[in-house]
T-cell receptor, first 114, second 113 residues
Framework: AQKITQTQPGMFVQEKEAVTLDCTYD???????LFWYKQPSSGEMIFLIY??????QNATEGRYSLNFQKARKSANLVISASQLGDSAMYFC???????????FGAGTTVTVRA | NAGVTQTPKFQVLKTGQSMTLQCAQD?????MYWYRQDPGMGLRLIYY???????DKGEVPNGYNVSRLNKREFSLRLESAAPSQTSVYFC????????????FGEGSRLTVL
């Protein structure tokens, strides 16, 4: 069974600073996908970024980048230049090839301070 | 821009009552999913439908049933609600396994008294 671990229940970050959210995963499948989602207080799930296990480069989407270290089985999310609107819960998730299940970590709450 | 629509948004039930959560997507996706979200546990898969006409159990299927009515619609039924089913429920869809992001509905908050 695949397992996603997010060890940071909550984090505080100063506005305009960068923050790194940790995510480790456990799978023996060589082909898999890694996702990050944002859930603001309004409750909706917002897709942020995707990394495939065979992708050579780390994924980036605007202020979001994914620090993918395959040997360490980690997929940390880096948010640069934090904004007040980044305050939310962030979930790491993984899917395996030909597997319909997207498994989620427990989430990390980020609070951005002005 | 409807995407994934789920109803109702909020529901309060008494123990033993039944209800159905409805979900519809207009993106022509093959696969649909029901997740529940509980504090400290992330999202857990209840049931999924890989394609029209098929349904399969996820991680926490007990106490639930599903119906894939057609390609657009996937409903979740609680036959006899229990307080342990108090949760936020999310419907989601995508084109298939490991094909990229899941598109989520806005969530349905269910309270069972």
């Amino acid at each position: 069974a695949q397992k996603i671990t997010q060890t940071q229940p909550g984090m505080f970050v100063q506005e305009k600073e960068a923050v790194t959210l940790d995510c480790t995963y456990d799978t023996s499948d060589p082909s898999y996908g890694l996702f990050w989602y944002k859930q603001p207080s309004s409750g909706e799930m917002i897709f942020l970024i995707y990394q495939g296990s065979y992708d050579q480069q780390n994924a980036t989407e605007g202020r979001y980048s994914l620090n993918f270290q395959k040997a360490r089985k980690s997929a940390n999310l880096v948010i640069s230049a934090s904004q007040l609107g980044d305050s939310a819960m962030y979930f790491c998730a993984m899917s395996r090839s030909n597997d319909y299940k997207l498994s989620f970590g427990a989430g990390t709450t980020v609070t951005v301070r002005a | 821009n409807a995407g994934v629509t789920q109803t109702p948004k909020f529901q309060v039930l008494k123990t033993g009552q039944s209800m159905t959560l409805q979900c519809a997507q207009d993106m022509n996706h093959n696969s649909m999913y029901w997740y529940r979200q509980d504090p400290g546990m992330g999202l857990r898969l209840i049931y999924y439908s890989a394609s029209e006409g098929t349904t399969d159990k996820g991680e926490v299927p007990n106490g639930y049933n599903v119906s894939r009515l057609n390609k657009r619609e996937f409903s979740l039924r609680l036959e006899s609600a229990a307080p342990s089913q108090t949760s936020v429920y999310f419907c989601a869809s995508n084109t298939g396994p490991n094909t990229g992001e899941l598109f989520f509905g806005e969530g349905s908050r269910l309270t069972v008294l």
